[in-house]
T-cell receptor, first 111, second 112 residues
Framework: GIQVEQSPPDLILQEGANSTLRCNFS?????LQWFHQNPWGQLINLFY???GTKQNGRLSATTVATERYSLLYISSSQTTDSGVYFC?????????????FGTGTLLAVQP | SQTIHQWPATLVQPVGSPLSLECTVE??????LYWYRQAAGRGLQLLFY??????ISSEVPQNLSASRPQDRQFILSSKKLLLSDSGFYLC???????????FGQGTRLTVV
């Protein structure tokens, strides 16, 4: 099956710093989503991005489907950005699409 | 707007007891529904998905089952829980092919 790898696995930042999270996938996919899992476990949708670049405030994402990777940029990080960031690739699995999750990047932003 | 509800939020159950987790979606019809499990704080694994009433597909063999008795209701069950069933269970929905997935708030299950 498809492999979805995220790097780095863990990241510690000082408040105000910028960071780049990477998601590599081993096969062609229909689409890709980025999520932020907050300390209470809730998965927050960040981006739904099959290709190209999208921006939402301090966050932006770029997916290069032909090279099988996606990047999530966080600028001017805040303590509320802490949590686990997941990418999930969307694959057609018969009757419906399926999300296959990466292993996540655990981000800790220190004041 | 569409919303998804999961309950309960937390659950502590003894080994061998039954389980029923419920997920409902509001504001849409004929959604695709999914159950995921997250163990040890990382990595979500797809357990079941459903494209319609009574249509259930299982991704991995396990001690759990799923049912979809109504269009917007998805239930995760077990007849006898195992310690290994502990984890964080999340329900998700999409409106069809190539559409964004949204997740409920999850149920944290501890089997003791």
């Amino acid at each position: 099956g498809i492999q979805v790898e995220q790097s780095p696995p863990d990241l510690i930042l000082q408040e105000g710093a910028n960071s780049t999270l990477r998601c590599n996938f081993s096969d062609s996919v229909n689409n890709l989503q980025w999520f932020h899992q907050n300390p209470w476990g809730q998965l927050i949708n960040l981006f739904y991005i099959p290709s190209g670049t999208k921006q939402n405030g301090r966050l932006s994402a770029t997916t290069v489907a032909t090279e099988r990777y996606s990047l999530l940029y966080i600028s001017s990080s805040q303590t509320t950005d802490s949590g686990v960031y997941f990418c999930a690739v969307v694959m057609y699995g018969g009757a419906t699409n399926k999300l296959i999750f990466g292993t996540g990047t655990l981000l800790a932003v220190q004041p | 707007s569409q919303t998804i509800h999961q309950w309960p939020a937390t659950l502590v159950q003894p080994v061998g007891s039954p389980l029923s987790l419920e997920c409902t979606v509001e504001g849409t019809s004929n959604p695709n529904l999914y159950w995921y499990r997250q163990a040890a704080g990382r990595g979500l694994q797809l357990l079941f998905y459903s494209v319609g009433i009574g249509q259930i597909s299982s991704e991995v063999p396990q001690n759990l089952s799923a049912s979809r008795p109504q269009d917007r209701q998805f239930i995760l069950s077990s007849k006898k829980l195992l310690l290994s069933d502990s984890g964080f269970y999340l329900c998700a929905w999409t409106t069809g092919l190539n559409t964004e997935a949204f997740f409920g708030q999850g149920t944290r299950l501890t089997v003791v």
